[in-house]
């Protein structure tokens, strides 16, 4: 027996730590750990997704650990009995019962001091916890909003939780002077984003609550208002602009679905509920409402003085009315007013001046975009009218105020994302003027720095004419002496802009921004002239090289014009222009240009999806069409040899080798064939300010064998395409940004 009791007691001495497995405070440590690790990668994984307040995730993390040691207290008491289970019937020696008697006791000293601090600790987190939730009466209450029955109260100067997202180098959109675009799934899960590339941009889609998982949803083609991508309402589509038209994909993938071929639309904007599409029209800038299952279309009456250029259109939660931008044209938006339209009485309501992109969100206000930051301000949606103050919540937003785009998206549960920047349309940057030789050459002028845009040599390439504009917006004509070096003005009501030469370079076209078509005096001796009046935004494009025409054109809505002029355009008589029908669908930027003999135009356009060069005879411009550009290109100027033709793709020049054939009767070419073009890269990319201010940005002299162009400030601007293209675009990503919005802009009627 002796033996027996000895070999047990080695066993037990043995191995404690086996002995300790069989124990219930091993097995519930063990179980505990397990289980509360769980717990906190699902807190991780969901709470993010609802959108959930942070104090939630402390509770539950608090919860958890302090609940460990309580845990373990009560696994302990639970032993303060012996297990004599391990040893048989009368085996017990007096040195094994004196050790089990030793094992079940519990200091309760110990036991009831650490029980008594847990609920403390656990008592004072609750009561922290439930002042700040409950305590209607606090004085660090400044708002509340209603959801679903429910008052939620926001603690003053509350601030969302932020976080980083990097996207990768996302490329650089000239023109539109944006990095990239941004939309949230309703859910705040999904986002999807562009990535552009030199002809064409790329649309992916992440799933945040796998940020290392991005994949691609197809290829766009590249141009200006490309993207402006937005989730359907049940989070099944992703709608977006291609090359002006209305398309959309599932957002698990497969092929892009047309919705109107017979639109364009181009940074106008759209939205969606239900089975109905609302979107702005480019053509006439006019609101549209489409039914998705029948095709069905139908405009949107606005009981309001014509000559609006709605953008920009939300629906608002009633399905009744929209929040919509009106401009005085599509490259004002950002200087426009937001309105209330009832989509069935058509009635307007002017709610916000001077601001645009506005949208509802489900914190009860209205959010929109005024001076490169995101603005917010109470919205009763009963009544339709405002309920606070205006307040900006996000400073420095990338955007493009001419246009109204903003870098930005908000989901309905109040996840917010935006891309720190500034205006990329902001009027006043100041650029160089610059000769460029084909060899790369950089050859400065004497001129200082300004906002120069669209600059074109006289017939004689002995002066250019150019647009300077300012800071608060205006902009007025100016000719450079080149053999002098000096500059003159030519018109001061700060409402000039793009003119062109007249053959015999004593006259300047230009467009003003109140009266039309307009011309002065290259010399600056005479007073302006309107030779065309017009309510609709104007752009001048070329002349004949006869002086017997000018061609310009027009948006809302888009038309091309061909204006038959006199030798006495004094205002004699009466000028009629007659439409001209290039292409069925062109940019906004048309590009043309008579060829030094006449007999042909160049123009841009996106007929075939993408950006190009086309050529027709002219005046005749039925007799033919040519495609001179291959993978894209806008902005063509011919040179007088009538062997080469330049044009611009994505910041880097091109030049396409032509010849004439076939020459009728009257000794007139009938056919022109191009060769393959050829980038010169001498030039370098990037050279050229692209932004809708400066197009075109340049103009080739044959006497200099060089470009005149608006360029950056700097030398040969080396690199700056690596490094614009290469940037790395990082966004922020704010959590429970609508407690955040509350605390920055309550209601009126909640305090």
């Known amino acids: 027996m002796a033996a027996k009791v000895q070999d047990n007691w080695r066993i037990e001495v043995i191995n404690p730590l ?34 959930a307040p942070q104090w939630i995730a402390q509770t539950i993390i608090f919860v958890v650990i302090m609940g460990f040691p309580i845990a373990l207290l009560i696994a302990w008491a639970s032993e303060m009995k012996p297990d004599v289970n391990d040893l ?19 200091p309760k000293k110990l036991f009831y001091g650490v029980g008594a601090i847990s609920v403390s600790v656990i008592g004072l987190f609750a009561f922290y916890v439930s002042t700040s939730l409950f305590d209607v009466n ?75 998982s991005t994949r691609s949803l197809g290829t766009i083609g590249w141009v200006q208002g490309s993207g402006q991508m937005f989730f359907s309402e049940d989070g099944e589509w992703l709608h977006f602009i291609d090359n002006g038209q209305l398309k959309r994909i599932r957002v698990e993938g ?7 071929e017979a639109i364009t639309v181009v940074r106008s904007g759209f939205s969606s509920f239900d089975d109905n599409l609302i979107y702005s029209n ?26 609006r250029f709605y953008s920009w259109p939300r629906i608002l939660p009633d399905y009744a009315h929209l929040l919509v931008t009106s401009s005085d044209n599509a490259t004002s938006v950002g200087d426009g007013n937001i309105q209330v339209i009832g989509l069935e009485s058509g009635v307007a309501k002017t709610l916000i001046r001077t601001a645009s992109n506005a949208q509802y969100v489900n914190s009860g206000h209205i959010v929109f ?82 906002s120069y845009g669209h600059i074109e040599l006289s017939p004689t390439e002995n002066r250019a004419a150019f647009t300077i504009y300012t800071d608060d917006g205006s902009s007025d004509i100016w000719v450079w002496d080149l053999g002098r070096g000096t500059l003159g003005r030519r018109t001061f009501d700060g409402k000039a802009s793009r003119s062109i030469w007249s053959a015999n370079g004593d006259t300047l076209y230009y467009r003003h921004l109140d009266l ?68 069925p669908v062109v940019p906004l930027f048309l590009g043309a240009e008579i060829s030094p003999t006449g007999d042909f135009i160049s123009y841009c356009s996106n007929e075939s999806g993408l950006n190009q060069i086309y050529v027709r005879p002219w005046p005749e411009i039925k007799r033919g069409k040519w495609q001179a ?48 073009p050829t980038e010169l890269e001498a030039m370098g990319r990037r050279n050229f300010v692209n932004s809708p201010n400066t197009w075109d940005p340049y103009d080739y002299s044959e006497d200099r064998d060089q470009f005149v162009v608006v360029g950056r400030i700097g030398s040969a601007l080396e690199g700056l395409e690596e490094e614009l293209l290469s940037a790395q675009t990082t966004l922020v990503v704010v959590e429970n940004w609508f407690d955040e919005l509350l605390s920055l802009a309550p209601s009126a009627r909640s305090l």
């Open 138 to 212: 606090s004085p660090n209450k400044e708002s509340s909003r209603t959801t679903g029955g429910a008052q939620i109260e926001t603690a003053q100067n509350f601030r969302g939780p932020r976080f980083s997202l990097n996207l990768g180098a996302t490329g650089y959109r000239p023109l539109h002077n944006t990095t990239t675009d941004l939309a949230l799934s309703n859910n705040g899960r999904l986002l999807a984003f562009l990535d552009h590339g030199e002809t064409t941009s790329e649309i992916f889609i992440k799933d945040l609550l796998f940020p290392d």
């Open 254 to 260: 497969g092929q892009f679905q047309t919705l109107n």
């Open 18 to 51: 086996e002995k300790f497995k069989h124990r219930n405070i091993a097995k519930v440590a063990t179980a505990y750990a397990v289980v509360g690790w769980l717990m906190l990668q699902m807190t991780e994984i969901i709470l993010p997704t609802f959108n």
């Open 516 to 583: 039309g078509l307009r011309a002065v005096a290259a010399n600056g001796t005479e007073q302006p002239i309107t030779l065309f009046e017009t309510d609709s935004p104007l752009w001048p494009q070329t002349i004949s090289p006869d002086g017997s025409a000018i061609v310009f054109n027009t948006g809302q809505p888009y038309a091309t014009y061909r204006l038959t002029l006199d030798d006495e355009i004094a205002g004699s008589k009466e000028l009629s222009a007659e439409v001209v029908d290039l292409t």
């Open 369 to 450: 975009i005024r001076d490169a930051a995101l603005w917010a301000v109470p919205f009763d949606l009963e009544s339709l009218t405002l309920s606070g103050a205006q307040v900006p919540v996000i400073q420095g937003i990338e955007t493009n105020g001419q246009y109204g785009h903003a870098t930005f998206s908000v989901s309905d549960l109040g996840r917010l994302t935006y891309l720190p920047g500034k205006d990329g349309g902001e009027v006043g940057e100041e650029f160089e003027l610059k000769w460029i030789s084909k060899d790369g050459a950089v050859t400065g002028s004497n001129l200082t720095t300004a």
């Open 629 to 676: 550009s291959i993978s894209g290109g806008c902005g063509a100027t011919w040179d007088s040899s009538e062997e080469l033709l330049y044009y611009q793709l994505s910041g880097a020049m091109y030049e396409v080798p032509y010849s004439l054939s076939e020459y009728n009767d009257q000794g007139k070419p009938t056919l022109i064939e191009f060769d393959i």
């Open 282 to 307: 480019i053509g006439d800038g006019m609101l549209y409402k489409q039914i998705l299952s029948t095709g069905e279309t139908s405009k949107i009456e606005v009981n309001e003085d014509s000559g």
């Open 88 to 106: 048989n019937p009368g085996e017990l020696t007096r040195e094994s019962s004196a050790i089990k008697a030793s094992a079940g006791q519990v």
